[in-house]
């Protein structure tokens, strides 16, 4: 069984659809899971009214706020037993098909590598409010090369968002040894890199659902994306800035993935876990040279990042 994941908060104008488009998906062997992390809305109520209508395929679990959609996901897995596991936003629409691919990729990865922690993830078109697409691709959008699942390059930028991923219940364990959760940037980019040191990551190349661009996460166009993001990248170079905001970002990716320590990670990357974990206890040179050793970068960043080490 398949156990879907919806964290919610504020989110009574767009949950209706998105309930409604997973409950009429292709394959029907999930249950959904909803925890609302404090609303002031209605969204507490439209949870219900679905529950209550639908009390095999839709169940509200009870709990305290939790201060934030990544300790929200972590409540949710934590109380939910299943064999495969799906997250939710409760602002999307799902595709028909997507719960169909998404466990027919899983049983194709079972097959091949047997109960080892597995993670699927998938592509999704980006809409405006009203669901016009603004780009036929969130990875194009994005500036995402999709195919980049290797250890080295999810540690520094995770491709597989969290309403596109699936995983089985071996990678939950394994995810659940982690030491502090509050080190972790986000509970699908630590998906992500602890599937692929303990086990496998496939990329399904098709659109899935409708990723809805409004308010406050609103990017806007691509064009305008583009061109925004020349502007700031100018203003960086200028001012330097770009220096300490990436001095950040490897703090927090090196942070993170010094948590995969804990995890059964395979044998072959006990040399890279191992220098990440003494990354900030190295010189320049010798964490210029952890970069490059691992080719640990983010997609065209690479030059950015070892200036940066």
Avoid at 93 to 98: D, P, R, Y
Wanted: hydrophobic content about 35%.
């Amino acid at each position: 069984m398949i156990a879907i994941l919806m964290a919610t908060y504020n989110g009574e104008e767009y949950i209706r659809e998105q309930l409604d488009s997973i409950l009429n998906q292709s394959c029907s062997d999930f249950k959904i899971y909803i925890h609302d992390d404090g609303s002031t809305d209605k969204t507490p109520e439209i949870a219900a009214d679905y529950a209550g209508r639908f009390p095999d395929k839709v169940e509200v679990l009870d709990g305290p706020p939790t201060g934030g959609g990544k300790y929200n996901f972590f409540y949710l897995l934590k109380n939910v037993k299943a064999d495969y596991y799906m997250f939710s936003d409760q602002d999307d629409v799902w595709l028909k098909n997507k719960v169909e691919l998404s466990i027919n990729r899983m049983h194709k990865m079972e097959k091949l590598r047997g109960n080892v922690p597995l993670l699927a993830y998938t592509n999704m078109k980006v809409v405006d409010s009203d669901l016009n697409v603004i780009d036929e691709s969130h990875m194009h959008h994005a500036n995402i090369d999709p195919h980049r699942n290797r250890l080295c390059q999810l540690i520094p930028e995770n491709v597989a968002y969290g309403c596109t991923i699936i995983f089985n219940d071996e990678l939950k364990q394994e995810m659940f040894k982690v030491q502090d959760v509050d080190i972790l940037r986000w509970h699908d980019w630590w998906a992500s890199i602890v599937a692929a040191s303990t086990g496998y990551v496939s990329y399904i190349d098709e659109c899935t659902s409708l990723y809805r661009q409004h308010g406050d996460n609103s990017v806007g166009s691509h064009t305008e994306v583009g061109l925004r993001r020349k502007l700031d990248l100018f203003k960086k170079l200028i001012t330097l800035s770009h220096i300490g905001e990436t001095k950040i970002r490897i703090s927090h990716f090196m942070l993170q993935a010094q948590q995969l320590q804990y995890v059964n990670y395979k044998p072959v990357y006990k040399d890279m876990i191992e220098d990440i974990c003494n990354y900030y206890s190295y010189g320049k040179l010798k964490r210029v040279n952890v970069l490059i050793k691992y080719r640990m970068h983010r997609n065209k960043r690479k030059i950015w990042q070892v200036l940066c080490a």
